[in-house]
């Protein structure tokens, strides 16, 4: 009993003791740790997106320009070809039959061009001398000169001849990447048929369109050296990034606005070293408009909204926040805000958890 008295006596004595400690010590809360940036100041270049997409530079049909059987496909679809290079072969021997043809026909036209201009020398030379006819003489020259027009035909002939020949070699007008092709080894081609298609794609066309308010506004920031459309001014962006970034140049603005749409067209030269770009592929072109120097910029999503308009939480050397009104400009790189007024440069405001603080709150800053 006496253990259980004593036990008792000394919780009552902490009890008060604290109670008493309690009226001579204010408990002081803990600053919350809430993170802040650095309102930094530089200098940016503002673009507008398009919706746009790329064309090979240069692509061709191969179109089969005589008929008969395939007897080669000389490349491996998809993979680069040289100019130059044969793709397809098409039955040559029954046109090398024609060349040869030609050629003979050509000889005895030649042969006798000789004999008609011989015999017409010597009509001519004795013409005067009465010991021909005229009429001998007449049928003479016009041999002469229908022995000549033959010569004419029958070297047009082999020409054609050629000619038909050298399309049963289906040559790459270009370098680049060929599809492939519907047709085999023994197929019969009729003339006039697509064998493949051919894309130069180590330069790439992106088209894309932008309003007359847009271009004008271009125009006269070109003209006020708020911009400039260097080599490699307009970047491209893809609905999935790819391993490499793309950028280009524009080198044509459409003559004319399409009164239906109220649009310019606008091409976008763009290199293509790795092959990744494809003809046919949708892209974002990136347009340069105006260039601004020495803005200041916070992020976009430490900025509140309320019926005043928009805000955010600056904090001062005292670490105390204070909610600042101030009026905002474009939105770079997709998550800095320029801020036209009410922060100045290096000032820190908080980024995140905006919904945590008030104003006049004293917060320990965490950058």
């Known amino acids: 009993m006496n253990n259980r008295f004593l036990l008792a006596s000394l919780l009552a004595t902490a009890i008060l003791v604290g109670c008493n400690?309690?009226?001579?010590?204010?408990?002081?809360?803990t600053a919350?740790?809430?993170t802040v940036a650095t309102a930094i100041q530089d200098s940016v270049t503002l673009y507008a997106s398009y919706p746009g997409y790329l064309e090979a530079k240069s692509y061709i049909n191969l179109i089969a320009r005589v008929a008969g059987f395939q007897e080669a496909s000389n490349y491996v679809a998809g993979q680069?070809?040289?100019?130059g290079d044969t793709l397809f072969v098409i039955e040559p021997s029954r046109y090398k039959d024609a060349v040869e043809q030609a050629e003979a026909t050509l000889a005895t036209c030649k042969a006798q061009l000789y004999y008609a201009e011989n015999n017409y020398r010597r009509m001519k030379d004795v013409a005067n001398t009465n010991a021909i006819s005229e009429i001998d003489y007449?049928?003479?020259e016009a041999a002469y000169y229908e022995a000549e027009a033959a010569v004419m035909n029958a070297e047009a002939a082999l020409r054609s001849a050629r000619t038909y020949l050298s399309y049963c070699y289906v040559i790459a007008p270009f370098s680049g990447r060929p599809t492939a092709s519907n047709?085999?080894?023994?197929?019969?081609i009729n003339a006039n048929t697509t064998l493949a298609t051919v894309y130069q794609d180590d330069q790439m066309y992106a088209y894309f369109s932008i309003d007359d308010a847009q271009y004008m506004r271009l125009i006269q920031n070109l003209k006020n050296n708020k911009t400039t459309l260097r080599h490699d001014a307009v970047k491209l962006t893809f609905s999935e990034a790819l391993p490499h970034e793309y950028s280009g140049y524009i080198d044509y603005i459409a003559p004319n606005v399409d009164l239906t749409t109220g649009t310019l067209r606008v091409r976008v030269v763009v290199d293509n070293p790795y092959s990744e770009l494809k003809h046919g592929?949708?892209?974002t072109v990136h347009m340069p408009y105006s260039r601004s120097e020495k803005?200041?910029?916070?992020r976009d999503a430490s900025i509140g909204t309320d019926q005043v308009g928009k805000y955010v939480y600056v904090v001062n050397d005292s670490n105390r926040v204070e909610m600042r009104h101030i009026e905002i400009g474009e939105l770079y790189n997709d998550s800095l805000r320029i801020v036209e007024s009410g922060v100045n440069p290096g000032e820190?405001?908080?980024?995140?958890?905006l919904q945590k603080v008030h104003e006049g709150m004293v917060i320990n800053p965490v950058e």
């Open 21 to 29: 400690n309690n009226d001579q010590t204010a408990v002081t809360p």
């Open 32 to 34: 919350p740790n809430i």
């Open 80 to 83: 680069r070809v040289a100019k």
């Open 138 to 140: 007449i049928k003479s």
């Open 183 to 188: 047709f085999g080894e023994g197929d019969y």
């Open 281 to 283: 592929m949708y892209a």
């Open 295 to 298: 803005v200041v910029m916070v």
């Open 348 to 353: 820190k405001y908080v980024s995140l958890a």
